[in-house]
């Protein structure tokens, strides 16, 4: 009402503002009264309001007992969790699996260098990490034998004859590449070697005893590995192994780097002699040789004729190449690129011409532990020339290379055939860094090897040795091409959806964004270069990588190129962040290679290494390691950061005297590798770059502890405690709402305590329908799974209202039926409609806008606004009257204060007339 601005009257001595307020409080009964009866309803609609809460938290503990994760929550247990455990998702069926782990996933280490000091000058000259570019790359027995793999199993050696013989069984049950097999076999006894002769396996015994090689136990993996032939003279030459077949994958050619197929283009383009010319449209869905071969064989010529025979694809007879045979005449067969595909042909290895009917591709499979010459230097190759190497005793051989030498294990063959045919003292061997060749002289004493020459250039051997061995440099080995998945980069860990921004030398800024529509290098490149800024983008130099290229003038190029990421990691997995090292030149470049090299000199210590390695975000961790006393007591150990055999990483190191500085393999880094089944010879290998397999069964994820030669069972199950857990969530919920309508809805006569809405008509409405749910019986045809009622799997009223639960009766219910409780609650099908269906509808109807929570809420609001504009008019007419009792005492104040005028003055004048 506010507050009065009278006091004490000066003449009256009346306190005014007390006397009005009294006044007014006897005349604002009614607006007390009014008061009252809003806090009253505000109770009432906060109640109300507390039911609707609560009956949404049933709604939800019903919405749970739907969810794939209440009834249809699937459990793992492993027989042996020390060795591996296992979770499973709803994805997941029932049933047992048996693993052998047979190896865990380890993480590439080594040790580097060393030194007296930590802080002594290391005298280097180069030094390199490098992810890839390994010319002796592991072969995989599942893309032997075009693709049909090795049969895994136990091999029966016999070395000798007669009474001497001596037989070793070899295990090769576990093995995953043909270097297991190497290993094992050799392993076997000390006169065997296992020489690796371009696509077969060759068994020597350094005694000449003869060798026989079988299988045991039924299996085919003698025959499988070559190994078939006869021994006798004391070699065994296996049959080629390493072979193209129908189904062999696509992504096995050309090492690893596959064949660029382009949607919705014709790939590339076949003139047959009579003139015909067939565009070839590869499917987007290939993924093996023979995918290729059929597309060729049914391919339709642009008059729209059928191929019917005039030009077949097969793999040639030596099983390393694509050939196509041209039955349509006299002339020349051509293949060629297309305007949307530069590289298809080429990747299958038929670009080009030949003379003949029979035009035989390029070989496009190395063979074992071997790469491609092609893909040397880059992508460049090795070239034709001549190369003159002076031995230490002075003779000098000119050596040569042709066309029909095509990987690098057949360059070290043939230059080591020149060499033994010439009597030079050298011979050609990996060298130590394992990316490329090396010199080595036999001669003991003389002079110091020496190469030149054009080959020796390409080869990277050109020079002169201070002792007997050239250390050849890398020969840049391309393992990234246009034609790969963007899946397979960064290790083998795939690029990440997300957004990098390009800004070019100009200033000008575009987002590249990589989504799933992005899936090759050639189609990143396309993206990269459609978004119009002065930068191209191509596989570097190096053939390990994207590079960009400032193609602004010098003119307009006033900063330096930059990629910053947005969103995702995609820039960081492509190698792509940073800032180019110059706005305009040959510095003009963002190079995304796995190949670091770092800025080193001969004053580069090992601490100042160390430093360089962690600040350049390569993935390999450094650290100093003291080892002991001496020249050698400091080491630099190194680790991947990668798990499995992606994180496998080459070190490169010449000193200023051009010797190589070797590092120490201390872990191999391996995948995990795991049998599924309890045969390690007829079950599936699976393998993982971590002790983690996820998914290759579906809904199960694996997690491996320790290797075990024992099968461990992994049997999955439903699992009856999410299911009994949804159940009581909804009771529980429900427990809630009744305990609640009880409350507000009682009287307790000792006190005279009433509840907040004592007779309300939407709560004894409410509780009515639940309570009468909860009891409803579904008879035929409304009985589901044969149940009639809750009561059925031990939910039943209680005491008070509330739900109660026959814990075993439950318990049994959902072991003997999971399948029907679930149905009894979320069944929705005609006339078969579960509890938690109809309570779904129930509490919607009550909990909805227009439902009876909501206008029994807005019922409330409306006698609220209602009373409180009962008060409004009240205040407004007592702030009318305070107003006229203000002016009243106002005005007798005044009256007083004439009076006392007066009276001053009549005894005035009364005191002067005295």
Same mark, same amino acid.
């Given at each position: 009402?506010?507050?009065?601005?009278?006091?004490?009257?000066?003449?009256?001595?009346?306190? @005014?503002?007390?006397?009005?307020?009294?006044?007014?409080?006897?005349?604002?009964?009614?607006?007390?009264?009014?008061?009252?009866?809003?806090?009253?309803?505000?109770?009432?609609?906060?109640?109300?309001?507390?039911?609707?809460?609560?009956?949404?938290?049933?709604?939800?503990?019903?919405?749970?007992?739907?969810?794939?994760?209440?009834?249809?929550?699937?459990?793992?247990?492993?027989?042996?969790?020390?060795?591996?455990?296992?979770?499973?998702?709803?994805?997941?069926?029932?049933?047992?699996?048996?693993?052998?782990?047979?190896?865990?996933?380890?993480?590439?280490?080594?040790?580097?260098?060393?030194?007296?000091?930590?802080?002594?000058?290391?005298?280097?000259?180069?030094?390199?990490?490098?992810?890839?570019?390994?010319?002796?790359?592991?072969?995989?027995?599942?893309?032997?034998?075009?693709?049909?793999?090795?049969?895994?199993?136990?091999?029966?050696?016999?070395?000798?004859?007669?009474?001497?013989?001596?037989?070793?069984?070899?295990?090769?049950?576990?093995?995953?590449?043909?270097?297991?097999?190497?290993?094992?076999?050799?392993?076997?006894?000390?006169?065997?070697?296992?020489?690796?002769?371009?696509?077969?396996?060759?068994?020597?015994?350094?005694?000449?005893?003869?060798?026989?090689?079988?299988?045991?136990?039924?299996?085919?993996?003698?025959?499988?590995?070559?190994?078939?032939?006869?021994?006798?003279?004391?070699?065994?030459?296996?049959?080629?192994?390493?072979?193209?077949?129908?189904?062999?994958?696509?992504?096995?050619?050309?090492?690893?780097?596959?064949?660029?197929?382009?949607?919705?283009?014709?790939?590339?383009?076949?003139?047959?002699?009579?003139?015909?010319?067939?565009?070839?449209?590869?499917?987007?869905?290939?993924?093996?040789?023979?995918?290729?071969?059929?597309?060729?064989?049914?391919?339709?010529?642009?008059?729209?004729?059928?191929?019917?025979?005039?030009?077949?694809?097969?793999?040639?007879?030596?099983?390393?190449?694509?050939?196509?045979?041209?039955?349509?005449?006299?002339?020349?067969?051509?293949?060629?690129?297309?305007?949307?595909?530069?590289?298809?042909?080429?990747?299958?290895?038929?670009?080009?011409?030949?003379?003949?009917?029979?035009?035989?591709?390029?070989?496009?499979?190395?063979?074992?532990?071997?790469?491609?010459?092609?893909?040397?230097?880059?992508?460049?190759?090795?070239?034709?020339?001549?190369?003159?190497?002076?031995?230490?005793?002075?003779?000098?051989?000119?050596?040569?290379?042709?066309?029909?030498?095509?990987?690098?294990?057949?360059?070290?063959?043939?230059?080591?055939?020149?060499?033994?045919?010439?009597?030079?003292?050298?011979?050609?061997?990996?060298?130590?860094?394992?990316?490329?060749?090396?010199?080595?002289?036999?001669?003991?004493?003389?002079?110091?090897?020496?190469?030149?020459?054009?080959?020796?250039?390409?080869?990277?051997?050109?020079?002169?040795?201070?002792?007997?061995?050239?250390?050849?440099?890398?020969?840049?080995?391309?393992?990234?091409?246009?034609?790969?998945?963007?899946?397979?980069?960064?290790?083998?860990?795939?690029?990440?959806?997300?957004?990098?921004?390009?800004?070019?030398?100009?200033?000008?800024?575009?987002?590249?964004?990589?989504?799933?529509?992005?899936?090759?290098?050639?189609?990143?490149?396309?993206?990269?270069?459609?978004?119009?800024?002065?930068?191209?983008?191509?596989?570097?130099?190096?053939?390990?990588?994207?590079?960009?290229?400032?193609?602004?003038?010098?003119?307009?190029?006033?900063?330096?190129?930059?990629?910053?990421?947005?969103?995702?990691?995609?820039?960081?997995?492509?190698?792509?962040?940073?800032?180019?090292?110059?706005?305009?030149?040959?510095?003009?470049?963002?190079?995304?290679?796995?190949?670091?090299?770092?800025?080193?000199?001969?004053?580069?210590?090992?601490?100042?290494?160390?430093?360089?390695?962690?600040?350049?975000?390569?993935?390999?961790?450094?650290?100093?390691?003291?080892?002991?006393?001496?020249?050698?007591?400091?080491?630099?150990?190194?680790?991947?950061?990668?798990?499995?055999?992606?994180?496998?990483?080459?070190?490169?190191?010449?000193?200023?005297?051009?010797?190589?500085?070797?590092?120490?393999?201390?872990?191999?880094?391996?995948?995990?590798?795991?049998?599924?089944?309890?045969?390690?010879?007829?079950?599936?290998?699976?393998?993982?770059?971590?002790?983690?397999?996820?998914?290759?069964?579906?809904?199960?994820?694996?997690?491996?502890?320790?290797?075990?030669?024992?099968?461990?069972?992994?049997?999955?199950?439903?699992?009856?405690?999410?299911?009994?857990?949804?159940?009581?969530?909804?009771?529980?919920?429900?427990?809630?709402?009744?305990?609640?309508?009880?409350?507000?809805?009682?009287?307790?006569?000792?006190?005279?305590?009433?509840?907040?809405?004592?007779?309300?008509?939407?709560?004894?409405?409410?509780?009515?329908?639940?309570?009468?749910?909860?009891?409803?019986?579904?008879?035929?045809?409304? @009985?589901?799974?044969?149940?009639?009622?809750?009561?059925?799997?031990?939910?039943?009223?209680?005491?008070?209202?509330?739900?109660?639960?026959?814990?075993?009766?439950?318990?049994?219910?959902?072991?003997?039926?999971?399948?029907?409780?679930?149905?009894?609650?979320?069944?929705?099908?005609?006339?078969?409609?579960?509890?938690?269906?109809?309570?779904?509808?129930?509490?919607?109807?009550?909990?909805?806008?227009?439902?009876?929570?909501?206008?029994?809420?807005?019922?409330?609001?409306?006698?609220?606004?209602?009373?409180?504009?009962?008060?409004?008019?009240?205040?407004?007419?007592?702030?009318?009257?305070?107003?006229?009792?203000?002016?009243?005492?106002?005005?007798?104040?005044?009256?007083?204060?004439?009076?006392?005028?007066?009276?001053?003055?009549?005894?005035?004048?009364?005191?002067?007339?005295?």
């Amino acid at each position: 009402m506010g507050s009065f601005t009278t006091g004490i009257g000066l003449f009256s001595g009346f306190d @005014s503002a007390s006397l009005i307020e009294q006044i007014l409080l006897g005349e604002s009964r009614g607006r007390l009264r009014l008061q009252g009866q809003i806090a009253s309803l505000q109770t009432r609609q906060s109640s109300m309001l507390e039911i609707n809460a609560r009956l949404l938290g049933l709604q939800s503990a019903i919405a749970s007992l739907g969810s794939s994760t209440s009834f249809g929550a699937m459990i793992a247990s492993s027989s042996d969790v020390d060795v591996l455990s296992a979770s499973a998702s709803t994805d997941a069926l029932a049933g047992d699996w048996t693993f052998i782990v047979e190896s865990l996933a380890s993480r590439h280490q080594s040790l580097f260098g060393g030194a007296s000091s930590q802080d002594v000058a290391l005298g280097l000259e180069s030094f390199s990490i490098e992810f890839g570019g390994d010319v002796r790359p592991d072969a995989l027995l599942s893309n032997l034998n075009g693709g049909t793999g090795v049969e895994r199993g136990r091999l029966e050696v016999t070395i000798g004859t007669g009474a001497d013989a001596q037989t070793r069984i070899v295990d090769c049950t576990d093995c995953t590449t043909i270097r297991d097999v190497i290993e094992r076999l050799e392993a076997a006894d000390a006169s065997l070697r296992v020489d690796i002769d371009d696509a077969s396996l060759r068994l020597r015994t350094t005694d000449g005893r003869a060798i026989a090689v079988a299988d045991i136990d039924g299996t085919g993996t003698a025959a499988d590995l070559g190994l078939g032939a006869d021994g006798s003279t004391g070699t065994l030459q296996g049959d080629p192994i390493a072979t193209i077949g129908r189904d062999t994958p696509l992504d096995a050619l050309n090492d690893g780097t596959g064949v660029l197929i382009r949607e919705g283009t014709p790939d590339f383009r076949m003139r047959l002699a009579d003139g015909r010319v067939f565009d070839v449209d590869l499917p987007d869905e290939a993924d093996t040789v023979g995918d290729v071969l059929d597309a060729i064989n049914a391919a339709i010529d642009l008059d729209g004729a059928a191929n019917d025979g005039a030009v077949v694809a097969r793999i040639a007879s030596d099983g390393l190449r694509i050939e196509l045979i041209d039955s349509s005449g006299d002339g020349s067969l051509s293949v060629s690129s297309t305007a949307g595909n530069a590289s298809a042909a080429a990747d299958l290895g038929i670009l080009g011409t030949s003379d003949a009917s029979t035009h035989s591709g390029l070989r496009i499979l190395a063979g074992l532990e071997s790469v491609l010459r092609a893909n040397l230097n880059g992508g460049d190759g090795v070239v034709d020339g001549e190369m003159q190497v002076t031995d230490a005793t002075g003779l000098q051989t000119t050596f040569s290379l042709d066309d029909s030498v095509e990987t690098f294990s057949q360059m070290l063959d043939h230059l080591n055939a020149q060499a033994e045919s010439a009597g030079s003292s050298v011979r050609f061997e990996s060298n130590e860094a394992g990316n490329g060749l090396r010199i080595v002289d036999t001669a003991s004493g003389g002079g110091a090897v020496s190469a030149s020459g054009s080959l020796s250039v390409s080869l990277g051997l050109d020079g002169a040795a201070s002792g007997s061995i050239i250390e050849g440099d890398s020969l840049q080995h391309r393992y990234v091409d246009e034609s790969m998945s963007l899946a397979m980069l960064n290790g083998g860990r795939g690029v990440g959806f997300g957004t990098f921004t390009i800004r070019d030398a100009t200033g000008l800024v575009a987002d590249v964004e990589v989504g799933s529509g992005i899936q090759t290098v050639a189609d990143l490149i396309d993206l990269i270069e459609s978004r119009g800024l002065a930068v191209s983008a191509r596989i570097n130099d190096r053939g390990d990588g994207l590079l960009l290229e400032s193609t602004a003038a010098e003119s307009a190029s006033s900063v330096s190129m930059r990629v910053q990421s947005t969103t995702g990691s995609t820039a960081m997995d492509l190698r792509l962040e940073g800032e180019a090292a110059a706005s305009y030149g040959s510095d003009a470049i963002i190079d995304g290679g796995w190949e670091r090299v770092f800025d080193v000199d001969a004053s580069t210590t090992l601490r100042q290494l160390r430093d360089m390695i962690t600040d350049s975000g390569i993935g390999v961790s450094a650290s100093l390691l003291n080892v002991g006393e001496g020249d050698d007591a400091w080491r630099l150990s190194l680790s991947s950061d990668r798990m499995g055999a992606a994180g496998r990483f080459t070190t490169d190191a010449r000193t200023v005297e051009g010797d190589f500085v070797s590092s120490e393999t201390l872990v191999h880094g391996g995948d995990a590798r795991v049998v599924l089944g309890d045969d390690p010879t007829q079950g599936v290998v699976l393998t993982s770059s971590s002790n983690t397999i996820l998914n290759a069964i579906d809904g199960l994820s694996i997690d491996l502890h320790e290797v075990s030669t024992s099968p461990v069972t992994v049997s999955i199950s439903r699992d009856p405690g999410s299911g009994r857990d949804a159940v009581r969530g909804f009771v529980d919920a429900y427990n809630q709402v009744s305990d609640l309508l009880r409350s507000v809805d009682s009287y307790d006569a000792e006190t005279g305590t009433r509840g907040a809405l004592l007779g309300d008509p939407t709560v004894a409405r409410v509780s009515r329908a639940m309570s009468s749910l909860v009891l409803q019986r579904l008879d035929d045809p409304e @009985s589901i799974a044969g149940f009639q009622g809750l009561w059925e799997i031990g939910i039943g009223i209680g005491s008070g209202g509330r739900l109660e639960i026959d814990e075993e009766r439950l318990t049994e219910a959902l072991a003997t039926d999971p399948d029907g409780v679930e149905a009894l609650f979320n069944r929705d099908e005609g006339m078969q409609r579960g509890y938690a269906v109809r309570f779904d509808e129930l509490l919607e109807s009550f909990t909805d806008e227009n439902g009876a929570i909501g206008i029994a809420d807005e019922r409330f609001k409306n006698q609220i606004e209602l009373a409180s504009s009962r008060i409004g008019r009240i205040d407004f007419r007592l702030e009318a009257r305070r107003m006229v009792l203000i002016e009243r005492f106002a005005a007798m104040e005044r009256a007083l204060a004439t009076l006392q005028s007066q009276n001053a003055a009549l005894l005035s004048f009364q005191s002067s007339t005295i």
